[in-house]
């Protein structure tokens, strides 16, 4: 913890006067302008979150910068907007686009030919695999238990309109290069979203069976994988930024 460095940070998004409260870790392996990942959060988590945190701290320790933010509704950006998160969930998602901006004109001191990385589980995976899909700026795409279609989430009915907005299955195409920007991850045993939403992801992103992770147990938190994990995205990382 003693090599960390962390810089507490405001991103506003303008069109609503609010801020995102976020924070930027690195380390000493970070160089002076390197690699940028963007760690976003599962529903209802935040930064200081336990497995927002602990892949916020590995990244930054292995020499990246990350940046991790509370939506809004969630952690301390929830003091501006309330915590009323299905009223906001479009915009939470828009204002990922917002984020990659901020860093590209406010951090363009220390990122390096404009490397973004995206690094998500849940709801931060959902995230990467709409918003962050069809931004070219986001080079490299981390998704973990990420969820195909929102129609249905347990007893939660979302409206059609919404649901066109958040699911993957709206967003994701095949592309050739998406085996050079794109891993996925999921466990058989997920008790929040069923193993076939993987199946589903990697079926429209054409992707190879090396760009797809599959454990048998560690149910929606990787428990007992998260070192493999995060090995497994370091080394997609070092290869294709």
């Given at each position: ?11 506003p998004i303008k069109s609503d006067n609010i801020n995102l409260k976020g924070s ?80 590209i004109e406010n951090q363009s001191h220390r990122l390096l030919d404009e490397k ?16 962050g899909f069809i931004d070219e700026r986001a080079k490299i795409l981390i998704s ?98």
């Amino acid at each position: 913890m003693e090599d960390l460095q962390i810089e507490n940070i405001d991103i506003p998004i303008k069109s609503d006067n609010i801020n995102l409260k976020g924070s930027i870790y690195y380390s000493s392996k970070t160089p002076s302008k390197g690699t940028w990942i963007i760690n976003l959060a599962g529903m209802m988590d935040h930064r200081e979150s336990y497995f927002v945190k602990l892949y916020t701290e590995k990244f930054a320790k292995a020499g990246y910068y990350v940046l991790a933010y509370d939506y809004r509704g969630h952690g301390e950006t929830a003091k501006q907007t309330g915590k009323n998160v299905l009223k906001m969930i479009p915009e939470i998602f828009t204002d990922f686009n917002e984020v990659l901006t901020w860093i590209i004109e406010n951090q363009s001191h220390r990122l390096l030919d404009e490397k973004i990385a995206l690094f998500g589980r849940s709801w931060g995976g959902a995230i990467i695999l709409t918003r962050g899909f069809i931004d070219e700026r986001a080079k490299i795409l981390i998704s973990l238990s990420a969820r195909y279609d929102y129609h249905t989430v347990g007893t939660i009915k979302f409206p059609e309109d919404i649901v066109e907005k958040v699911s993957p299955r709206y967003f994701l195409k095949k592309d050739p290069k998406n085996d050079e920007r794109i891993l996925i991850a999921h466990c058989r045993d997920d008790p929040r979203i069923p193993f076939h939403n993987v199946e589903s992801i990697k079926v429209q992103l054409g992707l190879s069976e090396e760009n797809v992770i599959v454990f048998d147990t560690g149910g929606h938190s990787f428990k007992e994988h998260r070192d493999d994990i995060f090995k497994k995205s370091i080394e997609f990382l070092k290869k294709h930024i």
